[in-house]
Every structure is written in structure tokens, then in C-alpha cells.
């Protein structure tokens, strides 16, 4: 299996647990918990910012002496926008489902920013249609460059089956603003039906970076650099949840030279 897959370690309590240190990278952490009604996780930040994103189900949320009371609409990750709450540097969070609970913990490095902790409701996040064809996708804005944070950035995309995405190929993993920015990224993939599966190929142009998986239900992809394709089979909607974060808070891609002939007409 390749070292850029990473599988739930189970279906209850803290499943997948990506940190830099086990990625061998250094901004990008993402954890992901599935709690019963009643049961609660919780953590503080650290030198970190998060962002909590109830990927489905209900929860009270509270960041230190804030309240947000019990947040979340949506049942599935397929169906609506997400609630989500952005909790700074230093400060201890607390979730307790009040239903079955997906909850992700997206990190990245704070810069000592001193913001506030934040609910991101539905209404306060922008979806937007890319590409055309066999290669459409809908995309949910998070925690996008115009919204505030130090490093993070947060994106859900939902990719009908049969449906091509984050496509044509590209990359961002050059410090060389303004052609190109360093991003760590990870990609947590649902299937919709749940039994079916996906492909994401990662490599660079010397191939010195060369690995295609077959993603199932809950399964993660590392994106340390290089290019990052998917493709859903034909039957089976793809969601993904994309965390990412570098040196600069700020996303400037690459394409593929031999792939951008896709972009005309």
C-alpha cells in the first residue's frame, strides 16, 4: 500500500491521525473523529490553529469561554454546507455530539495571529461550480485566502460519479510567488454510495514521485508535492475535504504543461 494512503484505523472514536511528524512534512494536521450522541472529544491548539468541521451530524461546541451551542444541519457530507468553527493559537476546544458525529480536526501552524474563535455557519461560506463536462465539480469554501486565518486553508468538493477533479493535473509545492506557492495538502475522501471507490494519482514531472490508489470510504491521501488527480467511477458521487497549508497563506497552482490544452475552448 502505498505510504501516501492513509486508512481509518477503525470506525469509532479518533480513526485517522495525520501530524507532521507522521507525514514528514511540517504544516499540515488532520484528524478525524466518529462519536456517538453523548460522547465528547476535545484538545487545545497549542501553537496551532484548527478548524473543526462537522463533516455530518450535531455537536455543542465550545472554545475556551465561548458558547456556540449545537451546531450542524446536515446528515451527510453529501447533502448541504458544513458548520465549521475556526479556534486559534492557545486556546482549548471541547465537542460533544449530539447525534452520531464526523467530526474533522484540521491544523496548521499559527503565526500568532490573535484572532477570535469563529463559527463558519452555511450561510457564511461560498460554493462555486469548476471545470465542464466529465470534468465538473462543486466546491465549498471553508476557510478560503479572503477569510481570516494564519496558515490554513480548508475547501470541500463533491465530484459526480464519473466526473474527473483536480484536474487538469496540478501542483503546488514551489515557493515562487506569485507563478506558484508551497502547499501541504491532504485529501479526505467519501463515496457516495459508500461501497464504491475512486482513483488519485500523485507524482511530480520526474516521476520521482509516482503513486496511483485506488480510495475507498474514509481513506486520506497525502499530498507532500507534486501533481494530484482524481477520478470517481461511474454510480459513485466523490466527497472530499481538503486541508492545506505552507510558508504563505495563499493558493497559486501549476498545471501540467501537457494537460493544459484542456482549458481551451
Not at 214 to 238: F, R, S
Request: hydrophobic letters at 30%; proline letters at 8%; glycine letters at 8%.
Amino acid at each position: 500500500m502505498s505510504h501516501l494512503l492513509v486508512k481509518p484505523s477503525g470506525d469509532h472514536g479518533r480513526v485517522v491521525h495525520v501530524t507532521p511528524e507522521s507525514a514528514g512534512w511540517t504544516y499540515v494536521g488532520f484528524d478525524l473523529n466518529k462519536l456517538h450522541a453523548g460522547e465528547t472529544v476535545e484538545g487545545n491548539t497549542g501553537d496551532r490553529e484548527v478548524c473543526l468541521v462537522l463533516v455530518s451530524g450535531k455537536a455543542r461546541v465550545i472554545v475556551d469561554d465561548v458558547d456556540f451551542g449545537t451546531i450542524g444541519e446536515r446528515m451527510s457530507p453529501f447533502d448541504g454546507k458544513p458548520h465549521s468553527v475556526y479556534v486559534p493559537a492557545e486556546s482549548d476546544w471541547t465537542v460533544t455530539a449530539t447525534t452520531e458525529l464526523t467530526l474533522a480536526v484540521c491544523s496548521a501552524p499559527s503565526l500568532g495571529g490573535n484572532l477570535p474563535p469563529r463559527l463558519i455557519s452555511p450561510d457564511h461560506v461560498s460554493q462555486e461550480v469548476r471545470g465542464k463536462g466529465s470534468n465538473t465539480r462543486y466546491v465549498t469554501n471553508i476557510l478560503p485566502e479572503n477569510e481570516p486565518a494564519d496558515s490554513l486553508l480548508v475547501v470541500e468538493v463533491i465530484t459526480p460519479g464519473g466526473n474527473t477533479s483536480s484536474y487538469p493535473p496540478h501542483k503546488h509545492d514551489q515557493d515562487d510567488l506569485p507563478r506558484e506557492s508551497l502547499l501541504e495538502e491532504t485529501y479526505y475522501h467519501r463515496l457516495n454510495p459508500p461501497q464504491g471507490f475512486a482513483f488519485q494519482r500523485v507524482y511530480t514531472d520526474d516521476r520521482a514521485l509516482d503513486e496511483a490508489m485506488a480510495v475507498e470510504d474514509g481513506d486520506t491521501v497525502l499530498v507532500p508535492k507534486g501533481y494530484h488527480p482524481c477520478a470517481t467511477i461511474h454510480g459513485y458521487d466523490l466527497y472530499y475535504l481538503n486541508v492545506m497549508a505552507g510558508p504563505k497563506r495563499t493558493w497559486k497552482f501549476h498545471n501540467a504543461k501537457e494537460h493544459e490544452w484542456l482549458l481551451k475552448g
